[in-house]
């Protein structure tokens, strides 16, 4: 089947309901998860394609009795949920989305398929909701800017704490935080008139831990308007230090430990960096707004892949303006794209199945929550 037959195809229904999990228990059959790989065949692939969300209907059964398919065949009538969406996290099945426009998170269960939004009750109210990340435990941190405070939620959504205040804030718009929440990092890029472009660590309790880190420049721990911040499965800290085009990586205390990256239009360089994300292997995902699509790095910062390409014409592995990406324990990555308004959802092969796809094999679906033996 052709892939560009893009929203329309029962092809794309059955590829969300597998990518979900059947709500029945009937074993699942083996699918091919389509003709879109990163490297292309003859190389050995390492990522496909699998789905993308655009609406809310993207998620949600058509109706109760409709227990086994999606609604995702794109109508007049399909809910548009994105304005202008920022960010994004995952896990356990949920996908959550700040949007700076609709004031809201956004939120896809794919595992019960339904859909709703967080971030407009009481004092958990949003006013500018940029960062967003999760820990183990579910809780949900979400970095407002005008509110300048990181805003805490429970797995339900239901409104926890704030971590920060303005006399500590000024410009937050990036979190990340330990698996165990014990330590919350948050990005403070201050404004163009402003040295305040730098780190700050919080401990569970909403303290803060030591001085800030960093201030504006160009030093080895110094920032010139980061937008993002991720903390990788060993601890250790990555920050996107956009206006310097670099990656800089600490541990988990702040201390600085080296850095990469450089400005260019070349593979490998940064041009426009926006966002940053690290897997369970420690693969780093950078998203390049000028480039207008993905590249990932091991550690060190050594190019493996670029994804992506640019077109204001939507379809798979195509960004006009990507502006956030996540990665789950599942290997999927997840990535936001403003201008298409979607999340794209990319999942990394095992070597095994690539070398299935070069021998002409079906692959079976994966679902998103892998079933403990």
């Given amino acids: 089947m052709n892939i560009n037959q893009w929203g329309r195809s029962v092809y794309l229904g059955m590829m969300l309901l597998f990518l ?15 003709e879109m790989y990163w490297p292309k065949p003859p190389e050995m692939p390492r990522y496909t394609w699998e789905s993308v969300i655009h609406t809310a209907k993207d998620v949600e059964r058509k109706n109760k009795e409709d227990l086994d398919a999606f609604n995702v065949i794109a109508s007049v009538d399909d809910k548009q949920v994105f304005v202008k969406p920022v960010r994004i996290a995952a896990q356990g ?6 949007d700076t426009m609709a004031r809201r998170i956004h939120v896809f269960d794919a595992v019960r398929r339904r859909f709703y939004q967080m971030g407009f009750r009481r004092e958990g109210v ?11 435990k579910g809780m949900v941190y979400v970095a407002d800017s005008k509110r300048k405070t990181v805003i805490v939620y429970d797995q339900l959504g239901m409104f926890i704490k704030w971590i920060g205040d303005d ?12 698996a165990d929440g014990s330590r919350i990092y948050v990005i403070d890029n201050g404004a163009a008139a402003s040295s305040k472009h730098q780190m700050l660590i919080f401990n569970s309790d909403g303290q803060l831990v030591g001085s800030p880190i960093g201030q504006r420049g160009n030093e080895d721990g110094a920032f010139n308007f980061p937008t993002d911040i991720c903390v990788g499965p060993d601890g250790r800290v990555y920050v996107l230090d956009a206006g310097n085009f670099r990656v800089q990586v600490f541990d988990r205390d702040g201390q600085f430990l080296y850095k990469w990256g450089r400005v260019g239009h070349g593979l490998g360089q940064l041009a426009r960096p926006r966002a940053i ?6 693969l780093v995902y950078v998203l390049d707004g000028s480039f207008a699509n993905l590249q990932i790095f091991d550690d060190k910062g050594q190019l493996l892949l670029p994804i992506g390409e640019r077109s204001l014409k939507d379809g798979p592995g195509i ?19 403003q201008w298409l308004k979607k999340v794209e959802i990319l999942r990394k092969l095992s070597p095994e199945e690539g ?3 070069l021998d002409g094999k079906k692959i079976p679906a994966s679902p998103v929550n892998k079933k403990k033996e």
Avoid: H, M, W
Wanted: hydrophobic residues 35%.
């Fill in 20 to 34: 979900f999990g059947c709500a029945t228990t009937q074993e699942e059959p083996e699918l091919s998860t389509g």
């Fill in 93 to 98: 099945g949920r996908i959550f989305v700040t």
């Fill in 126 to 136: 949003v006013d500018k909701p940029l960062g967003i990340a999760l820990d183990k």
């Fill in 167 to 178: 006399k500590i804030l000024n410009n937050p718009v990036a979190v990340s935080v330990s």
């Fill in 277 to 282: 994300a690290v897997d369970k292997d420690n």
């Fill in 319 to 337: 960004f006009s303006s990507p502006s956030g990406v996540a990665t789950d324990d599942t290997g999927r990555v997840y990535i936001v794209d």
């Fill in 355 to 357: 070398k299935n796809i």
